[in-house]
């Protein structure tokens, strides 16, 4: 069905006044754009601080209503709400409805990586090359991040796929630490592990992980948990996707949760700020590494 969608220009220290008053009076979804992202001047946001939402000095911000929705009613009462506000500027349109996250998948294609891993969405076919000891990864990332498509992962994913071809993953415990949609998890068990557990502290994430095991049928064999209910234990091969400031700050917990002689790698990590944490984790481990892909990094070694 359409929907009507109001869209305006804000700053970023209006920006919570203006979506209190459209949430107050009733829009069904806020988002928040760059408003300089047309003009070539994008400022990227990479890394919040824990607890941050952090926006951009001038933003975009739409919101959506049902269509049957009076623009002119609409306004009298978002200015009745929030005099102190410019309802001015805003701007009105019929949009129609769309499945956004599946227009998505549409362009999510087969991707392999390494010698046999390989992530198919749902609505592909199992491409020709995926035959034999192929590790096939069915996956629909709904509902939280990690397709495979971001280097980060990208990183990860190859990196499992080696410990496979040097046999460190045949039936090994994995512990990958920041699931989201369970995609490393899900690629070490097709790879020969033995079981996996996920850890993240959004619980979507988790709900998403377990979909996705349960459709890949290794349910049974991965369990997923919040931070504070992680189980304690040490594991051969530990991975985290996860920002470089948690990396550093779980630098600790992360080594502690390795094996002795057991694997670790951590990405998420930008392009210069691998070196910080290379010596961070240097007390713990041996045979530190940064490989690159693109602006991101990954670090990998071997637990003494």
Not at 148 to 168: F, I, M, Y
Not at 260 to 288: H, M, N, T, V
Request: with cysteine; glycine share 8%; hydrophobic share 45%.
């Amino acid at each position: 069905m359409p929907y009507l969608e109001l869209t305006l220009r804000c700053t970023e220290a209006e920006q919570p006044r203006y979506e209190n008053a459209l949430e107050d009076v009733g829009a069904l979804s806020v988002t928040l754009l760059d408003a300089d992202a047309d003009t070539g001047n994008e400022n990227a946001i990479l890394e919040p601080g824990v607890g941050e939402t952090p926006l951009w000095k001038a933003l975009v911000l739409t919101a959506l209503f049902a269509d049957d929705t009076d623009a002119l009613l609409l306004l009298a009462a978002l200015e009745a709400f929030d005099p102190g506000l410019d309802w001015t500027q805003a701007s009105f349109r019929t949009v129609q409805d769309e499945d956004w996250e599946r227009a998505w998948l549409d362009q999510f294609k087969p991707m392999r990586f390494g010698a046999r891993t390989f992530i198919v969405p749902w609505n592909h076919e199992v491409p020709g090359e995926a035959r034999g000891d192929a590790a096939i990864v069915r996956l629909d990332p709904g509902l939280a991040f990690g397709s495979g498509t971001h280097p980060t992962t990208a990183l990860c994913l190859r990196w499992l796929d080696a410990l496979a071809s040097e046999g460190r993953l045949a039936g090994a415990r994995v512990l990958d630490f920041g699931c989201g949609s369970g995609i490393l998890a899900l690629a070490a068990l097709k790879l020969g592990a033995h079981s996996a557990v996920g850890v993240d502290n959004d619980p979507q994430a988790l709900l998403a992980t377990a979909d996705n095991a349960e459709r890949n049928e290794v349910g049974e064999r991965l369990s997923v948990h919040l931070p504070e209910d992680e189980p304690v234990a040490t594991y051969p091969v530990v991975v985290a996707n996860i920002l470089a400031s948690a990396l550093d700050a779980l630098a600790e917990t992360l080594a502690s949760r390795v094996a002795p002689g057991g694997r670790i790698a951590l990405s998420g990590i930008l392009k210069g700020q691998e070196d910080e944490l290379l010596a961070r984790y240097a007390p713990w481990f041996d045979a530190l590494a940064a490989t690159q892909d693109g602006d991101w990094m990954r670090i990998d070694g071997v637990r003494r």
